[in-house]
Each structure stands twice: as C-alpha cells, then as structure tokens.
C-alpha cells in the first residue's frame, strides 16, 4: 500500500518518477505527489490520480536530477492535497515520502507540539519527518545519524525516502516492514516499492531489508543498519521484461491477467511437472520432503484470495496426503497466541510476498520455532525472502488489483506440492496420482476453451449488472471458489456478494432468496453432484435466478438454471482451477457494465502493507 520511487543521477529524475508511479499506482491512488531537488526543493501534490498530477503540473518547472514520487493510499487523514505525499519538515529542508504506519505517532507529535511545531496535515508522515529534523537540529548531527535515532524510537511498518537541500543529490532511505528494492545503474539509482519504475533501466537491483538504511548518490549505494555498520549490498538479477507490466491490447490489465491463465498455469507447472515420467519436481518441497512426511499438521496463513487458495489446499491436503491442514487469517493468527508444536509447517501463501499480516504472522511462527514454507508470486518479496523454503507460482506481475492469475498460480502449485507429499507419504495410489498428474498437465488447455467462450460470459453479466446481491453456492472443492467468486464480485462490481457452502444455505441465507437475487452455484460433476442439483432446487422453489457453472454433457441443470457456464470435464480435486475461470471473467464483466474502474476499484489496494 501507497507507491514510493526515487532516483537519483545524470537523467531528469521527474519522467522517471512519474512513469514510475503510474506503474506503483495499484498499490494506492488515493493522491500522488512528487519533490525535486534543483536548488532548492520542488513540491507538487494533488489529490487524486497520477494522471491527475501529471495534467496539473504539466509546464511547470520540473528539472532535476534527483527526485522522489509516491502515491498514497489513505491510512491517517482523509484523501486531499494536504494529506498527499511528500510532506516538508518546518524549516523546508526536508522533503519525505512513506510506505507504511508509524504506530506511536501520537506521542511523537504530541512532544512536538509542547516544542512548538505545528503541522499542516493529519499524517503521521509529516509527524515523523518533523521528528528527524528536531533530532538533526538538536543533536548537530547530519541527516543520517538523525535518521538512525529517530527509527530507534519509531513504532511501526516504513519505508521512508528523505531528499534534503544540503545533499542536493542523495536519497536517504529506510525499511521495516515495507518494500524497498533499489536499482543499481550505471552512475545512478533508483527506488521503489517493486522493481517495476526500473525496468528499463537496469536488471540489477538490491532488496533492502527490515532495519537497513540506504544513503543513495549518484555513483555510490551505501547500505548501513540503525547500529551505522556497513553492509555489503548483495546484487540480485531482475528476470522481468518491460512488457510484463503493460497491458498488451488489452482494455484493463485484469482482462489480460485472465487471459494470461493458460500461459501463466503453464509456467506454473513447466519443469515441475512431468506427467510422462510421473514426477513433480519442487526442490523446495525436496528440500523439506521429511518435515512433510512427519508432519502433525499444516497450518496455512494467508489473506483475501490467497485465503480462498488455502482453504482449496486444506481439501486436497486432506485428502490426498492424510495430513490435518489449518487454515488461518493472517490477520487473527499474528494476534492470538497460537499453539505451535514440533513437527507443525506453516505454509504462507501471497501474491505480493509483502502482506502485511501475513508477513508478521509468520514471523511470529518462525520466532517460536515453526518451519515456513512460502507459495509466492513476486520473486525476492519478503515472505519469499524470510521462508525455510518454497514455491514462486511464476504468474508474473499481477497488475490489476484483484487477484486472478496468482489465484490459479496459487492452486496449481498447491496441487503439485499435495500431489508430491501423497506420493512420497504412500497414501496416493499410482493410478490416481497418473491421472492427477495428467489432468493438471491438460488444465491450460482447458482454460483456454473456457476463455474463448468469454462473450457467452459478458452477454449473462449485462443480465444481472443491476443486481443488489448475489449468493454464491458451492460444495466440497468448490466451496472455496464460491468464496472466490462472491469476493471478486463484490470488489470490482461492488455488489454486495457471499458465499456460502451450498448446504449451509438452509440455515439463514436461504431468507434473502426471491425473484431477484442472482444464486450462483459452481456445480461441477463431483462426488456432490446430486446434492448440489437438490441445493438447485430448493432455491428454485423460491423463485431466485440460477446461473450456475457446470460441466460440459451436463444434461440435468441446464433444464433449471436461467444461465450456464460450462467448463471443460475435469477430476474434482482439479476442477476448481477451471470453476474459478467464468466467476473471474463474470466479475470483470459485470464491472465493466457497471462502469467501474476494475483496474482500481474503490478504497482498495494491492499489496496491503499496512495492517
Ligand atoms: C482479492 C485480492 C486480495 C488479496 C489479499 C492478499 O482479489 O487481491 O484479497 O488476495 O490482499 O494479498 P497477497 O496474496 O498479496 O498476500
């Protein structure tokens, strides 16, 4: 949450930063603001969008070779320009932008105010900067060392970029809790909370960690910790293409990361899986295969979608592997006391690798003990960095603020993973792990005939774009998808959405159906399927409309539902991955129809840093 970029060197720092932003803008737009340093320092913010920005200061003077952008999604104070990033310390010396909350930040105003400061917005950013520059001006040490004690008495998740008028070409910044990879060029640097606002420039780029301190120059990268030791900055390659990040032809990077699925499943599964030779290989399962085979248990922490993929993975676990699988919010789990014993994995699954909660939560795990194994997207994020061990999903760059791409990453690999340790534990029988094996191998292909049935999709969404409410029903494997389902729905149509398991219908939801309320069941031919076709019933009885998503040759609900969606034939434990495809693109359509931003619906962010 909130983008942050920087740079520093020979080239003009504002089209760097501003490109730069407008490819961090998934991580907040609430407003954006950008500080040059050109004799003297240049502040521009606004509330709003980047473009925004961009239009307003169009002609102005913007020259500089060392500058810092952000863009804020809102935590204290309200979206408007005063709130906007970067704040100006009292003497105009300073400029600083933030990724993040600064928890005692009451306090720390509170001592200020008794000195006399007074401040022009209600962000703790500008409470902290504020607090850096009393520490430098009292203490008569430079900006660095001020910044080194101000952290030690700081609270909280940040990441924080200085610019200040006495150093006109360094960047001062550090991390805890929130990202920070810098890009190493050829006599210069940049920043940011992902690689993205770099791609063009450099491969070569360096995660800064938790308590680090980077003093940033042109032709110099020093990284220190809060004790002013020095650490060697270790160089990591970026393995991303520019065309990664962009839209491709497509209208909105959400419809492109749905298409991207066959692919992107593909890669997920190319070089792990060989159904031929009936293997999986997955070092980092391999690495680990005897913590696995003993353990007592899984615990999978994880929030939002990842969530969803989790609960999937506890079915499938379950089954195939005969190990007990909890699954957990991130967000309660850091705060309870959990029970941990010898022999519990925890398994983290993110897209982002930067979850807050979920971050926190596994280091709270791995501090008593537990081994974490991570199921991640971004490469060289956090979690993927603190875990024992892992899987990358390979989706690439998930742009678009719901999550779908990752989603099906996240399934594929937990498959694998489940299919590995059921192999090695013996309780898979050979046959049925073949014929797992082989319909894994065969889902990109069936997703993309589900894809190029995607206007039958867009036809039912302008069918129910009006709709206040919609149920999403689901049983055994399917359940998950019908929480998946009602979560994208509601996050890029806002239409209020639940889901449910379709039995569970009877004991309270059931109330809400009439002629009017959309029920979408995921009925797929599984073991459930009769069940699921009475479920069908009992809402028909009520009058509500039926869509469901079912297999092809199914003979039975289309003589019940109002619409259909048919996926491709698919084993139970692998359907999902397919289910989930029409609720994606059901979602996407019914936004689009709603004229909804789906790119960056409302009050969201990716990448939730913040708690
Ligand atoms: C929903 C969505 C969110 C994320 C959640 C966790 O479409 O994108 O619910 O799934 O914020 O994010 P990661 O997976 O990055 O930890």
Not at 58 to 65: I, T, V
């Given at each position: 949450m909130c983008g942050i970029v920087g740079y520093t060197g020979p080239k003009e720092a504002y089209p760097i930063v501003i490109t730069g932003l407008k490819r961090l803008e998934y991580r907040g737009y609430d407003s954006t603001g950008v500080a040059l340093l050109d004799n003297g320092l240049k502040v521009y913010k606004k509330k709003g969008r980047v473009s925004e920005l961009e239009q307003t200061i169009?002609?102005?003077?913007?020259?500089?070779?060392c500058g810092i952008g952000h863009t804020r999604w809102a935590t204290?104070?309200?979206?408007s320009d005063r709130n906007a990033h970067p704040h100006v310390s009292a003497s105009g010396k300073l400029a600083m932008i933030h990724n993040g909350i600064i928890e005692n930040y009451a306090q720390l105003k509170q001592e200020l105010t008794n000195k006399g400061y007074t401040f022009t917005s209600e962000t703790d950013t500008e409470v902290l900067l504020n607090f850096i520059e009393d520490i430098r001006e009292n203490n008569q040490c430079d900006l660095e060392e001020a910044v080194r004690v101000a952290l030690k008495r700081v609270t909280g998740a940040y990441v924080i970029l200085l610019l200040d008028t006495d150093n006109p070409d360094t960047i001062i910044a550090a991390r805890k809790g929130s990202p920070l990879v810098i890009g190493v060029g050829n006599g210069e640097h940049f920043l940011g909370s992902d690689a993205s606002p770099m791609l063009e420039y450099t491969k070569d780029v360096v995660y800064v960690n938790d308590y680090e301190l980077a003093i940033v120059k042109p032709d110099e990268l020093i990284l220190k910790n809060l004790g002013n030791e020095k650490i060697t900055p270790f160089i990591t390659k970026l393995d991303i293409e520019l065309a990664a990040i962009?839209?491709?032809?497509?209208?909105h990077f959400m419809l492109k990361e749905i298409f991207e699925q066959p692919s992107t499943i593909h890669d997920c599964l190319r070089g792990r899986l060989d159904a031929d030779a009936g293997t999986i290989t997955m070092s980092g399962i391999q690495n680990n295969i005897e913590h696995f085979k003993e353990a007592n248990r899984i615990i999978m922490v994880a929030c939002g979608t990842s969530w969803h993929a989790a609960l999937l993975a506890e079915y499938i676990i379950e089954e195939l592997c005969r190990i007990p699988v909890e699954v957990e919010y991130a967000s309660e789990f850091r705060y309870r006391n959990p029970v941990i014993n010898k022999g519990d994995i925890i398994v983290a699954i993110s897209q982002s690798g930067e979850t807050a909660d979920t971050l926190v939560a596994i280091e709270r795990a791995k501090e008593n003990g537990a081994i974490i194994f991570g199921i991640v997207n971004?490469?060289?994020?956090s979690i993927a960095r603190i875990s024992d061990g892992g899987a990358y999903t390979h989706a690439g760059p998930e742009i678009g603020v719901a999550s779908t791409k990752a989603f099906t990453g996240q399934l594929a690999v937990l498959t694998m993973m489940a299919l590995k340790i059921a192999k090695e534990k013996k309780t898979i029988s050979e046959e049925r792990y073949r014929k797992l094996l082989l319909e894994l191998e065969a889902v990109p292909e069936k997703v993309d005939a589900i894809l190029k049935n995607a206007g039958d999709v867009k036809k039912i969404a302008e069918k129910y774009k009006s709709a206040g409410d919609a149920l999403f029903l689901g049983r055994g494997y399917n359940f998950p998808i019908a929480l998946e389902g009602a979560l994208k729905l509601k996050e890029i149509s806002y239409i209020h959405a639940e889901g449910y398991p379709a039995a569970e219908m009877k004991h309270g939801p059931i109330a809400l159906v009439d002629e009017n309320l959309p029920v979408i069941f995921i009925a797929t031919q599984d073991s459930y399927h009769e069940k699921i076709v009475s479920n069908i019933q009992e809402i028909k009885a009520r009058k509500g409309k039926v869509i469901a998503v079912i297999t092809e040759g199914d003979d039975i609900i289309p003589g019940m539902a109002d619409d259909v969606f048919y996926v491709p034939p698919a084993d139970e434990i692998i359907a999902p991955m397919l289910s989930t495809i029409p609720l994606q693109l059901l979602s996407y359509y019914v936004g689009i129809a709603k004229g909804v931003d789906v790119d960056k619906p409302r009050n969201l962010a990716k990448s939730v840093t913040v708690e």
């Open positions: 169009f002609g102005k003077d913007l020259h500089s070779h204290h104070g309200e979206p962009e839209k491709g032809g497509y209208d971004v490469v060289g994020s």
